[in-house]
Structure formats: C-alpha cells, structure tokens
C-alpha cells in the first residue's frame, strides 16, 4: 500500500506535467485575455522590456502614409518610455503596476495591466527609429525599433 506522501507526489507529478503540456495552448489565451487592444482597429500594441530582454515588441511597425494609428506602449518590467524624435511622440513614464485614474480598465473582472498610448498620422514616407526614452539600465541604448511609413510620396 502507498503511503500518503507517495500518492500526493503522483499527484504533483501528473499536475505539473498537465500545467507544462497545456503551455503551448493556455499562453496564447492568456495574451489575448491580458491585450484586447491589438484587436482594435488601427492599433498596435508595443510591449517595452528593458533591453537584456528583448526592449521592443515587434522591433518593426509598417504603417501607410496618413493612416490613422493608435500605438499603445506597455511596460514589462521597469519604468519604460517610448520615443519617436522625428515624429515628435515622447510617451513617459510608463509605469508597470501603476494604476492612473484614465488607465484603470476592468477586463473580464481583473484588472488589465496598465498601458499608455498616443494616436497618430504620420504623412511622410520613411524610415523612423524609436527608443526608450526613459533610462532603464545599461541596456537602454539597445532598446530600438522602427516604424516604416510606406506610401506614395
């Protein structure tokens, strides 16, 4: 007969590894159910890590000249922010876990971690680096990305 000790490690057992198999499944749900904003219309959503991990994702916007686009920047880790010089978008602090009155949503019962965002429209065809524009370490200057205006000019 199995002790008690020995049945509930089975059972830890044949838990974690139900928890492991059903990653590939239950992490993309938790995405949707944590960023409804990618599913609006005309909006990207940027997440910023500090630049050990990755700093921006996606690395690449393409937007079309005079296309109207809300981007929604939310941090991670640290205290982010998010520069774009040529297009005069400077969006900080970005504070994760901080719960500003115009950024405090309800989804589905929980809290949503809190984003910032700004709308633009850009009318010039080019190639427009961003940044973090609130130090984060050492990392900082890796942190980049870029929107690529496409249209005719």
Do not use: C
């Amino acid at each position: 007969m199995r002790s008690v000790w020995e049945i509930l490690a089975i059972i830890l057992t044949v838990t974690t590894l139900g928890a492991i198999l059903s990653l590939p499944v239950t992490l993309p749900l938790l995405d949707d159910y944590f960023t409804p904003e990618k599913h609006e219309p005309n909006t990207v959503l940027v997440r910023a890590y500090v630049g050990q991990h990755g700093g921006f994702e996606p690395k690449i916007i393409k937007l079309k000249k005079g296309e109207k686009v809300r981007i929604v920047v939310e941090a991670m880790d640290l205290t982010q922010g998010f520069a774009v010089d040529e297009l005069g978008i400077d969006i900080k602090p970005i504070v994760p876990g901080d719960l500003q009155e115009s950024k405090l949503v309800y989804y589905m019962g929980t809290l949503k971690p809190p984003v910032n965002s700004t709308e633009i429209v850009v009318n010039k065809t080019g190639v427009f680096k961003f940044i973090n524009s609130n130090p984060a370490g050492e990392m900082t200057p890796f942190q980049i990305g870029y929107i690529i205006v496409e249209g005719e000019e």
